[in-house]
Every structure is written in C-alpha cells, then in structure tokens.
C-alpha cells in the first residue's frame, strides 16, 4: 500500500475539528508526521477541550484512523456466504453499477419502501451526516427512525413540555448559576472536557443523579444514586421538598406554566422518605439537593441515558417540572439542556440538507429496536444501505439480526471506513473517507459554536466522503435532480450563510471555530414556549396524543424478581459508541469485557473479582469477567457497550443480551431496563 498524499500541511499546523457523537467537539491541530502520516492533537486554542484529546481519540486518530491496513481503501464484492466476510476488492464503477442494477430492481418488482437504510452518527458533521438522506429521499426508501436507539423518548417529552427538545442552556451562563444538577449523564465518559474544565469549574453546587458511581458523581457536591427505574419518585421527592421549601415561583407559574394546580396539589403523599423508599436515595440527599437547587439560578443538564428506560419519556417530564416550578428558565445562569442543537446551527436549513422536499411522499420509517425482525421478512425488505452506523455493534437483538443479514436474497450495501462486523455481511462494500480527509462543518451539542473541519491529507485509498459517495450513486441511478449533486463547497457556504457565521469557510478554517454570538444564548429569554397554548406545558394533550399520561407520574419500574439483576451498558471511556472499537492500542487498554456488579451481590452469589461470571436473559448469554466493585446499588449491574463483537472470544457484545424492548413512547429503546441473571463459570 503507497503512503497517503498530504494536501496543504506543508510544515504548518492545520485547524480542524472533532466530529464524534460527543458533546465536547473538540478543536483539533494536525501537523505533519514521519512515514506519510500526520500527527493529531488538541487544539489550544479551542475553549472547550484547551489543547488536549480524549484518551480515545487522541489514541485512534493516530493509530487506526490512519492505518491503510485497517482502513477500507477500495469497493469489495462479496465471494463468499452471507457474513464470512470474504471478498474481492472491485472498482468504482463496477461496484456503483452493481448497486444502481439491482437496487432498481428491487424497486420496480417491490417497490421502493421495500428497501431500508439505517444511518446514524459515526461521522457527525453535517454534510457526512445529512447530504446522503437526498438520496434516499429521492429513492424513496424506508428509514430507520435514527433517534430511536438514543434519544427519542426524550425529545417527545421535552417538546411537550418546553416546545423544543434541541434548545437549551447556554454553558456559558454558568458564571450566573449557583447550581447545576446532572441527571441521567456521565459527562466523565461522554463530554470529558465539558466534565473537566466546565463542570470541575462549575461555580456553584454540583448535583449528579445517577445509579452509578461515576466519576462526575465521585466529584460532585452531591450524588443521589436511585435504582434505576425510580429518577420520577426522586424528581417528585425533591418537588414535595422545594414546596416545603416556598422555592415554587408563583408568578413565573401564573403566566408561564399550564396544567401547575393540578400536579403541585398532588405531591403532599410524595416526601423525601417516600421518594428513600421508592429509590433508595437517602431523604437527607433529597432535602440537600432540594436546598441546592432552591437557591437559583439553577441549571438542569439531563443525559441521553435517562431516557433509555421502560418509562423514559415520563422520566424526563418528572425532571423537567424541577425547572418549571421555580421558574428556573429564561434568566441568566438558569435554563435546561437535552440535545442542546438548535442554538448551534441558528438557521441551518436541516431539511435541505437533508434534501426532504426531493421525497414523493411521506418518508416510511422503522425503529431500531423493530430492525431484526423487520430484516428477517422477505415480504418487506429486499434491501439494506446500511451508513454512518453499525448495527451488528449497536442494535439490539444481536443474535437475531446476525441471522437475518444472512437472508441470501438480502441485497445489502455497506459504507464504513472500516470492516466492521455489519460490513462483513454485506454483497457491497464501499469505502467512505474519513474525517480528516475532506472538508465539512462540526457543530457542538451544548455550547453555540461552528467548527470547519478540514482536509488535512488524502483520502486512504479509493475511498470518497459519504456525500460523494452518494452523488455517484445518484448518477449510477440515472438520477436528474440537481440537488443530488450539489458540491460540498456550495453546501458549506450556504450553510455558513443560513447561520450568519460572517466568515468564508477560509476565514473559520484559518480560526478553527467561532461562537455564534459573543453572549450566552438563552433560547426562552422571551419566556416563549412553542406549545399549543404558549406555556410550558405541565398538562399536555401532545403527551396524551403520544401515549403518555396528561400529566408526568412518579412512576417507578417494577424491580426484578426471581434473583435477575438490572443490566445497565453506558458508555466506556475508550469507545465512542463503537467508533474506535478496533484499534489495537484501545483494545489493549482497556481489557477484557467486564461487568462491575456490587460486593454484597457478588458475596452473596459467591463471585470474586475476575471471576468469568455469564449473564443470561431470553436474547442471549454472555461471558464477562466480574468486576467486584461499591459502583452501583445491589441488584443493578453495569457492563461497558461499544466494543466490536467480531473482536470479542465470544463473538458478542452487550447488545446480545438487549431484547427489543419499547419505552413509553412505543419504538424507542428501553436497553437500561434489561433484566439478566449471572452465575459464576465453572
Ligand atoms: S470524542 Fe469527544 S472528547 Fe474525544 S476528541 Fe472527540 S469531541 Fe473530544
């Protein structure tokens, strides 16, 4: 294999940015290294990160991301049985034709709902993420709703309730706040620099509420560790405290907030020793985090993870009374924050990007959790273009959608940068460039910052962007729409243009990122809500329409019964969802599969540290070693999701014990509320 090309590094630094599924997005220096490689770093001059990368990117940008050898560098055919991963490398337009042949096809003998693509978040800028949907769209292929395996729940409940889920605290209003609580997130694993400077800096009360231990929670002012399943008796614990407290705003209530009455009349029954019963949460630990945050201005940072449970969108509706309550929205250092998105991209016409006006008719779409058995019926679909994501790592039901990426008469495509399992079972690889290796624009989930990403050398191999990817595609199609071949440089400068950035893709490339506006931006300043009846909407017919109860419900999960333990798989510290789970450097770090579960259970079961232990439910069974450690409550396990199960012993991952469970909102994922049984090896 020839070394790289490199573009314009030429002995001086370039400037990009951190596309991950991750709230920090970094700033990024690359300079030019030995033996055709570049040397990747953190920037700074970046105010999130300040010079320095997570261990896990700092590690596979200049370990996996620029290996030829692990990298997909040319389009492959499949030479062997569905999944055995054997191929031969083809050209581009063998490879594009083969595609174009049979997926049309598929389309005139079955229509084209009949082929299905599943993308998500491996590469997060916005064009890699967005310009392919014009292609489908175009098509008129089924989607698999992305949101639903991570954040769904939360953005129906919060949209009820405030009108927008993707609009939230600016972190720069922190210097007005004397409180944040954490709930739901590990900011210590998924916003490490957020965690590090942001909250270590944080210059009030910090309350983290979370079932395990994490390092945020180890640090903050306070730690409230409810069982998982109990955070609404918690969230109405502290509701029933600040009433005591007089900290509710009656004003801000009167003419901001709709459907108050009725709830706050309900919550005498709910004390703090109530809500110590319900979840185990000391009601000296609820009266302290009611005193914290009654002092105000108060932010509310609630975590994706949240929401990954069997009542998960009443959850989020619970917490978000905390805010509405005592009038902590719409003032400095006040505010909430989910998927803080909005703010980022004021302007940026999403759904251009995405090309929706290009689809004849409504877009037909699945959930994850419906992906392997819509996938085993030939009667609905006869094709899979899988991009941007890998199931066979993330989705639940391994086992299952293993099996029916096998079907023969499957016609699937594949656009990774690596050989990923999902990858191996396809007829069709193509190999997508990756980050560094072309121009687009990042965007932060917290804070209201544009970063450029930019080329810094030559793509590995033959591979192309997705967009690209996907305009040869459209050509290969016979496609004629001038939006499928809109160029990457007319694409980022409208964009820069809808957002009112004020700089040329040059100028922000030159500065790396910049802020959009000088002073913290609070979406509810004007105290507008964009609900039915202009308020925030404690009692909501939205919720009603969505399934939920007309009004959030301390509703706790029923514990498990029969000697199963509640399984919980969130983030590790060395993958980033699965982005990284192949290179060999992380994958010595960090060790074998492990599941943490607590000493008493672990006396109690008679397990040991390291002890191979296997966890068992109707999805599947898995090996794991013990890790015997005071993380969790008893009865709640937790075991590290994004590793590879090709590279695993048992060829599995977490997810093969993840059945397909809904939370309540019907099709989005429950995978926190997976129950297992664990039994030592012998
Ligand atoms: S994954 Fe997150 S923490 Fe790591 S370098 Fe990227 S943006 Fe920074």
Redesign the pocket.
């Known amino acids: 294999m020839c070394c790289p090309t490199f573009l314009p590094l030429r002995g001086r630094l370039i400037r990009t940015n951190?596309p991950?599924d991750?709230?920090?997005?970094?700033g990024i220096v690359v300079r030019a290294g030995r033996d055709g490689r570049v040397i990747v770093s953190g920037d700074p001059g970046h105010p999130i990160?300040r010079g320095t990368?997570?261990a896990?990117?700092?590690t596979a940008y200049n370990g996996v991301w620029q290996d030829p050898e692990a990298r997909l560098t040319t389009p492959r055919r499949r030479v062997g049985p569905k999944g055995d991963a054997a191929f031969t490398p083809i050209g581009w337009d063998e490879a594009l034709t083969e595609i174009a042949e049979r997926t049309q096809r598929i389309v005139d003998d079955h229509g084209p709902e009949s082929v299905l693509h599943t993308h998500y978040s491996g590469t997060l800028s916005l064009l890699a993420y967005a310009f392919p949907m014009r292609f489908f769209h175009r098509l008129g292929a089924t989607e698999v709703e992305p949101d639903s395996i991570c954040n769904l729940a939360g953005h129906v409940a919060w949209s009820s309730m405030f009108g927008t889920s993707v609009a939230g605290f600016d972190p720069r209003t922190a210097v007005d706040s004397s409180c944040v609580v954490v709930w739901g997130a590990n900011p210590s694993h998924s916003?490490?620099?957020m965690d590090r400077h942001w909250l270590g800096e944080f210059p009030g009360s910090v309350v983290v509420v979370d079932p395990v231990r994490t390092d945020s929670a180890a640090r903050a002012d306070l730690h409230l560790q409810p069982y998982p399943g109990s955070d609404a008796a918690v969230a109405f614990a502290i509701l029933n405290a600040l009433q005591a407290l007089g900290a509710f705003d009656r004003a801000f209530i009167s003419e901001h907030v709709h459907g108050a009455e009725e709830l706050i009349s309900s919550l005498g029954p709910y004390t703090p020793e109530w809500g110590e019963q319900q979840s185990g949460v000391p009601a000296s630990q609820i009266r302290r985090a009611a005193e914290l945050y009654a002092a105000g201005p108060a932010l509310l940072w609630a975590g994706q993870g949240l929401q990954r449970q069997p009542t998960g969108a009443n959850v989020m509706r619970a917490i978000g009374l905390l805010p509405t309550l005592t009038g902590n929205i719409g003032k400095p250092g006040a505010g909430i924050s989910y998927l803080n998105i909005a703010p980022a991209l004021m302007g940026a016409d999403f759904d251009e990007l995405a090309g929706a006006s290009l689809a004849a008719a409504p877009v037909p779409k699945i959930n994850h959790i419906g992906l392997a058995s819509g996938l085993e019926d030939p009667q609905r679909f006869r094709s899979l273009f899988c991009w941007n994501t890998n199931p066979l790592a993330s989705a639940a039901e391994q086992t299952r959608l293993r099996a029916a990426l096998r079907r023969h008469d499957l016609f699937t495509v594949v656009v990774d940068c690596f050989a990923t399992d999902t990858a191996d079972h396809a007829d069709i690889v193509l190999p997508a460039a990756g980050f560094l290796e072309f121009d687009d624009l990042t965007f932060n989930y917290m804070t209201p910052i544009i970063g450029a990403q930019q080329q810094v050398r030559s793509p590995v191999g033959d591979s192309f962007p997705n967009q690209e990817i996907f305009r040869r595609l459209a050509t290969a199609m016979g496609y004629t729409e001038p939006e499928l071949y809109e160029t990457d440089d007319v694409l980022i400068e409208r964009l820069l243009a809808q957002m009112n950035v004020g700089l040329s893709f040059e100028e922000l490339a030159e500065r790396g990122h910049t802020y959009l506006g000088d002073e913290p931006l609070d979406p509810f300043a004007e105290l507008r809500f964009r609900t039915p009846t202009g308020r925030i909407e404690i009692a909501s017919e939205a919720a009603s329409n969505a399934g939920l109860s007309r009004l959030p419900t301390p509703a706790v999960d029923n514990r498990p019964t029969d000697g199963r333990f509640r399984l919980l798989s969130p983030s590790s510290p060395w993958q980033?969802n699965n982005s990284h789970g192949n290179d060999p450097t992380i994958l010595r770090r960090a060790g074998a599969a492990t599941v943490t579960i607590n000493p008493d259970d672990a006396a109690e079961l008679g397990i040991t540290d390291g002890d191979p232990v296997r966890l068992s439910n109707p999805a599947g069974r898995l090996q794991l070693h013990a890790k015997v450690e005071a993380m969790t409550p008893r009865g709640v396990l937790v075991s590290h999701k994004g590793r590879w199960p090709k590279l695993e012993p048992s060829g599995r991952n977490v997810n093969a014990l993840h059945e397909p469970h809904s939370s309540d909102i019907e099709g989005c994922s429950a995978v926190h509320g997976t129950e297992v049984t664990v039994e030592v090896v012998t």
């Open positions: 951190c991950r991750c709230y920090d997005n970094c990160n990368l997570c896990k990117c700092a916003a490490p620099h980033l």
